[in-house]
C-alpha cells in the first residue's frame, strides 16, 4: 500500500442550493415533510421556486459539502460528481476548485440541466429540502476514476448517491477500488426517508463494503427498523468498524467495537439554518481520522465545524475552519 | 395630484452578486481600490471569477436592494432595470418579486447577459465591487413607464445608473414624469469614484431634478470637492429640500433648509459584510418618509434597516424588517 496522496475522496450528487425562508404554513401548503429531502422533477422545481421567497445560490451537495469542509480545514481532498456544461455546472466547478479540491469529473454536454435543491429553512432553523437531480442522473461507474479514489485515504459516499439509476454502480465501483488499495471505505446515511426508500441495499452495503458510517439517530433507528437507540448502536458496532452517530444538540456517539466516545455538541450563539451540519461534521471528523487523532479529537472537531455551518444559511463554511477550530 | 399608489419606484443597474471572501493581498494583486465599484468587462470578469474564492450568488443592485428592503419593512414598491432573458434575469426577477416588488421591465432578448457583481469581502467587513454591467447597458427611457412612475410617491434613482450609456436619459425621463405628476425625486449618490466620474452632471442633475438626496460622507464630499464635511452638509442644504447623509459606525446627519437631525447608528453584535448598508439605510428613511413620519424616526429606521444587512453577507434582508424593526 502506497502513501495516499490525499486524504479523502467523495462521491456524490453535485447540487447547487437555492436557499429560501418559509414558514411551516408553506410546508403544508406544497405537502413537504419538514427535515426531509423529497426528490423532484423539474416542474415541480418550477412550481415550487416560483411560490418560495427570495433566494440564495450557493453550492451544496452532501458529499460535496464535506469535502468543501475537509479542504477548509487543511485537508486534501477530492470529489467525483455530475455536473452540466451551463452556468450552474460553473459555479458548481469554481466553489468546490475554489474551495481548494481536485474535482476530475467532466461536465455533461447534453441531457438535464446541472441538479438544483430548493431548500427552505423554517424559523426553528430546520431545513426541508426538495431536490431536481438533473445531471447527477448521468454519474456511472465511467466516472470513478481508478487512480483517483486509490489514491485517497477514505473514500467517502453519501446515502443520496442511491437516488439517481446508476450511481449505485459507482458507489460499488468505487468501493472495490478502494478496498483492493486497501482504503477505508465510509458512508454517511443521508435522510432517514432516503434509507427507508433504500433499506435492504443500504443494509447489504454496509455489510459488505463499508467500514465508516455518519449516521443520525434517526437514519440509524431507520436502517436497523428498531425505535431503540441503544439497540441500533449495538448492532452497528457489529456490523462495521467505526461509526459516529449525531444527535443535534445532544452531540454524538462515536464506537467500534470496542469503544464508545461520547462528544457534547460546540456551543453556538444562533443557530440560523441546520443545513449542512451532519455534512460538516464529517468532514471534521474525517479530517481527524485521517490525522490520526483519537476518536473523541475527531468527534469535537466534528462538533467544531458542524456549529459553524449552522450560524448562517448555506452548507459551506464561511468562515475558514483551519482558523475556527483553533480559535 | 391623486393617491399615489405605490410608496417608491426605484431604477437602477439590475445586477446578481457574486460574495465571496478575500484578503488585502488579493485586491492588491488585482489592483482594486477597497471599498470601491470598479466597472469591469466579460474578459476580466471571467479572471477575477477564476481567481476568487468560493461564492453565493443573491440578487442585488445597489436600487433594487432598496426597494426589496422597503417591500420587507411592508412598504408598497416598484422596480425598473434591464436584465437579460437568461438564467441569472429569472432569479433575478424571481427575487425581486417574490419579495412583494412590482417589476415590469421586459427582459432583453438579445445582447449581453444579466449583470453580475463580484464583491470581495475583507475581514474588516468592507466591500469590494468589480461590476460587469451587461444587460444593464440595454436600459433606456422607453424602459420608463409614465403611469408606473407617476404611481409612486417617490422615484428613487441610484447614481451608479449615470455609468451606463442610455440610463442618463432614463434618469431624466423618470424625474420629469415624477414632477408633472406632482411627485418627489430622490437621488442615492452610490459611490464616490462615481461622483468623480460623473461630478459636474450629477450637480447639474441634483440642482435641477432632485428633491431628496443619500449620500455618504465621502460621496457628498467629492460631489462638492471639498475635503470640508460640514461645508458640504451647508451647500447640499442650499440645493436640495432634504438630505441624508450617513456616517458608518457615527450614524447619519438628516439635513433641510432648517432643520438638522443627528441620528444614531444601530447596535450590531457583529459586522460581517457592509455591502447594502447604505442602500438599507435610503430603504427604511424612504419607508418613514413616505408614511409622514418625522424626519429622526425616519433615520432610525434606515439605521436599524442598516443593521440587519451588515450583519450577514449578501446585501437583501435575512429576516424580515417590518418584524425587525419592531423588536
Known amino acids: 500500500m502506497t502513501t495516499a496522496k490525499l486524504d479523502v475522496v467523495g462521491i456524490g450528487n453535485a447540487i447547487v442550493d437555492v436557499i429560501s425562508q418559509a414558514d411551516d404554513a408553506f410546508l403544508a401548503a406544497h405537502a413537504m415533510d419538514k427535515g426531509a429531502m423529497m426528490l423532484i422533477d423539474e416542474e415541480r422545481a418550477e412550481a415550487i421556486y416560483g411560490a418560495m421567497g427570495p433566494g440564495i445560490e450557493a453550492s451544496g ?8 469542509g475537509i479542504a477548509s480545514l487543511g485537508g486534501k481532498a477530492g470529489y467525483i460528481g455530475k455536473i452540466r456544461d451551463d452556468l450552474l455546472g460553473k459555479v458548481y466547478r469554481h466553489d468546490i476548485t475554489a474551495a481548494g479540491v481536485a474535482f476530475p ?34 454519474l456511472g461507474p465511467d466516472d470513478v476514476d481508478a487512480e483517483f479514489v486509490a489514491s485517497a485515504q477514505v473514500t467517502y459516499l453519501e446515502g443520496y448517491l442511491y437516488d439517481p439509476p446508476l450511481a449505485q454502480a459507482a458507489f460499488r465501483r468505487a468501493a472495490e477500488i478502494a478496498h483492493a488499495a486497501g482504503r477505508k471505505v465510509a458512508l454517511s446515511l443521508s435522510d432517514s426517508f432516503c434509507v427507508h426508500r433504500h433499506c435492504q441495499a443500504f443494509l447489504d452495503l454496509v455489510e459488505g463494503h463499508v467500514d465508516i458510517l455518519f449516521a443520525n439517530e434517526a437514519e440509524l433507528t431507520a436502517l436497523f427498523e428498531t425505535g431503540n437507540f441503544d439497540d441500533a448502536v449495538a448492532r452497528v458496532r457489529r456490523m462495521v468498524e467505526l461509526a459516529a452517530v449525531t444527535r443535534g444538540a445532544k452531540g454524538s456517539v462515536v464506537v467500534t467495537r470496542d469503544e464508545l ?9 444562533r443557530v440560523v439554518d441546520t443545513t449542512g451540519a451532519g455534512d460538516l461534521y464529517a468532514a471534521g471528523f474525517l479530517y ?32 475558514p475552519l483551519a482558523a475556527y477550530i483553533q480559535a
Open 288 to 319: 481527524g481520522l485521517t490525522r490520526q487523532l483519537p476518536l473523541a479529537e475527531c468527534g469535537r472537531i466534528g462538533s467544531l465545524a458542524a456549529a459553524e455551518i449552522i450560524s448562517h444559511y448555506g452548507a459551506r463554511p464561511e468562515t
Open 105 to 138: 469529473t467532466p461536465a455533461a454536454t447534453s441531457g438535464p440541466a446541472t441538479a438544483r435543491c430548493l431548500i427552505l429553512v423554517t424559523p426553528d432553523a430546520q431545513r426541508t429540502m426538495n431536490t431536481f437531480l438533473g445531471a447527477c442522473v448521468g
Open 261 to 269: 466516545v461520547e462528544v457534547p455538541a460546540a456551543p453556538v450563539a
Open 61 to 68: 451537495g452532501s458529499a460535496g459539502n464535506t469535502i468543501a
